[in-house]
């Protein structure tokens, strides 16, 4: 089953790398050009390219959605320069595309909600028809959004949400309480039950690592957790050098430390290198890709982690797609209860639940967990 799973993902990864013709050039530019990358984006083909290409493809098999050719879906990740929003959009575009609709990718030079702001506004004056948004702030973003849905623009959010009245609807990757049972769990697991652990989380007002970190620090109360000490929970911005710097300094304030839990895949990726290259005996757990963090896994004590979670970013930007889709069609509208039809993914048709925030959320699945026996299938996927 899990093999029937791993080469469903292979060949929607292969699917992904064909149809996102922009995807490798999103990767260089960031990474060479910080300064602009607020501004440029990677963009599918113009309209009427777009609209030309759905006229040929109609003879195929590939299904357009009815209502969506002419259409233009934007995707605004947390940053530019990490592969797992690189990921998460490229999953979003290549569902957009498939179905005869025109997407914009925008990455904010920096994961902050200033920068998602003035994205946000060009997208307005665009015109675009859908905003999917990886926010980097749950409120601070509340005055552009609600000045696109006025404009007529279908608001959701992926990864990590705004709040109720900034959004239609929440593409979630897992449960939030789910995600922090597992890291609890291999806090717990992996200190042997006691004494000190930190955090390194990405910026101080991301929304889903907070909602995460909070998740964490409601389960600790139980009596079962009262031998460990959460010494602190530092930021590295989703930047991998203050993430870098961070872990180091977490090192020498906190001798006794046993563990790092980094929520977020830039931190975790960052604290492996230096715990591994330093030969710590701190152990390292939390969110990573496969592709990044598969050096560092291992039991033995030359690995820094034993192991970590996550879902499919890839599948996430699906799911993100077929729910700026549905709401653009009217499909749904946001409310508890609505379901859609998520062509061939795995949990479809899917269900609008109760976010707990008095809105409305979508979750992808379960986290996973990759440890020695499976990060080798795993690594080449995402
Ligand atoms: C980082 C980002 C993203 C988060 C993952 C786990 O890439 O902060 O939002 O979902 O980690």
Redesign the pocket.
């Known amino acids: 089953m899990k093999k029937k799973v791993l080469s469903v993902l292979l060949a929607l990864t292969m699917t992904a790398g064909l149809l996102v013709g922009c995807g490798s050039s999103t990767e260089t530019k960031t990474d060479t050009a910080k300064e602009e990358t607020t501004e440029e984006t990677t963009e599918a083909p113009a309209k009427e390219e777009t609209t030309e290409k759905k006229a040929d493809e109609k003879t195929d098999d590939t299904a357009s959605a009815d209502g969506i050719a002419g259409k233009t879906f934007a995707i605004v990740v947390?940053s530019a320069g990490?592969p797992?929003?690189q990921k998460e959009a490229e999953g979003f575009q290549q569902i957009i595309e498939a179905n005869g609709g025109t997407c914009i990718i925008k990455e904010p030079e920096a994961a902050t909600a200033d920068a998602q702001v003035s994205v946000i506004q060009s997208l307005i004056s665009q015109g675009v028809d859908s905003i999917s948004i990886?926010a980097n702030d749950e409120n601070a973003l509340q005055s552009a959004l609600q000045e696109a849905m006025d404009a007529g623009i279908k608001v959701s959010c992926l990864?990590?949400k705004v709040n109720k009245d900034s959004r239609s609807t929440f593409v979630n990757?897992a449960g939030t309480q789910e995600i922090g049972q597992a890291l609890m769990d291999a806090v717990y697991d992996i200190t042997g039950g006691s004494g000190q652990w930190a955090v390194l989380s990405?910026t101080s007002q991301?929304t889903?690592?907070n909602a995460w970190i909070d998740a964490m620090k409601s389960i600790m109360t139980e009596d079962k957790y009262k031998d460990l000490e959460l010494v602190e929970v530092a930021y590295g911005d989703?930047e991998p050098q203050k993430s870098t710097d961070q872990t180091q300094a977490l090192l020498s304030k906190y001798p006794e430390l046993k563990v790092i839990c980094a929520?977020?895949?830039?931190g975790i990726s960052a604290a492996a290198k230096v715990l591994q290259d330093q030969k710590s005996t701190v152990k390292l757990t939390g969110?990573g890709l496969p592709s990044e963090m598969a050096e560092y896994i291992g039991d033995d004590d030359a690995h820094s982690c034993p192991y970590m979670f996550?879902w499919n970013p890839i599948e996430l930007g699906n799911l993100g797609a077929y729910t700026a889709m549905a709401l653009v069609q009217g499909d749904i509208t946001g409310a508890v209860g609505d379901t859609f039809e998520a062509g061939d993914m795995a949990n479809s048709p899917y269900t609008l639940t109760d976010a707990g925030d008095g809105g409305s959320e979508i979750i992808l699945g379960a986290p996973f967990k990759f440890d020695p026996s499976n990060i080798a299938e795993w690594k080449d996927v995402y």
């Open positions: 947390k990490n797992y929003n990886a990864d990590s990757q990405a991301a889903n690592q989703d929520p977020t895949t830039v969110l996550l």
